[in-house]
């Protein structure tokens, strides 16, 4: 069964700060893609990255960088000089083959506040 | 890139009230559609998974008499809550798969408030 587990329910940082959320995911396919999907209070889901099962390259987007490890099937999010901004409450998601739809399976978030 | 307009954003019923939600992929066409519910401060919950031109499939747990999804074209999706009573208040999102791209794109969601 698949499964996605966001251990932080809920992080404070000062402005500038780097913050690094952690996620950890289960499933029984070689072939699946993973997810970080950012949700600002007014509630719209917005895509940060995707990746597949087979790239484990790590990947850095301005002050956003992810970190792949199927050796202990992480995919650890962490903002470089956070901002207020950043405040927002940050999912993790597994997709794969198991159900035939591909559906989304979300991790329980973590609540990022940046204080000023 | 693929955008999906959801509406309303916002709606107040009465309870025993009937209320549709509209999901719509704008520039793309949407063979599957997944509609989740989110409770306050809670994740993304899958209530179903609708194929276009097919009876959608429900999670367990999900009365799929009240929560009525149709996915009548490639490019529209309707969740209708039936009677709706105040325990339906929650925030509901969906969600459109491209096929050629395997990518999701979530709508802005509906806060529905029960009265």
């Known amino acids: 069964a698949q499964k996605v587990t966001q251990a932080q329910t809920e992080i404070s940082v000062v402005e500038k700060e780097d913050v690094t959320l952690d996620c950890v995911y289960e499933t029984r396919d070689t072939t699946y893609y993973l997810f970080w999907y950012k949700q600002p209070p007014s509630g719209e889901l917005v895509f940060l990255i995707r990746r597949n099962s087979f790239d484990e390259q790590n990947e850095i987007s301005g002050r956003y960088s992810w970190n792949f490890q199927k050796s202990t099937s992480s995919f650890n999010f962490t903002i470089t000089a956070s901002q207020v901004v950043d405040s927002a409450v940050y999912f993790c998601?597994?997709?794969?083959f198991g159900t035939g739809a591909n559906n989304l399976f979300f991790g329980t978030g973590t609540r990022l506040t940046v204080i000023p | 890139g693929a955008v999906v307009s959801q509406h309303p954003s916002r709606v107040i019923c009465k309870s025993g009230t009937s209320v549709k939600i509209e999901c719509r992929s704008l520039d793309f066409q949407a063979t599957t559609m997944f509609w989740y519910r989110q409770f306050p401060k809670q994740s993304l919950m899958l209530m179903a998974t609708s194929n276009e031109g097919s009876k959608a499939t429900y999670e367990q747990g999900v009365e799929k008499d009240k929560f009525l999804i149709n996915h009548a074209s490639l490019t529209l999706s309707t969740l209708t809550v039936t009677s709706a009573h105040p325990e339906d208040s929650s925030f509901y999102i969906c969600?459109?798969?491209?096929?050629?791209?395997?990518?999701?794109?979530f709508g802005s969601g509906t806060r529905l408030t029960v009265v």
């Open positions: 998601a597994l997709s794969d």
């Open positions: 969600s459109a798969r491209q096929d050629e791209y395997y990518g999701y794109t």
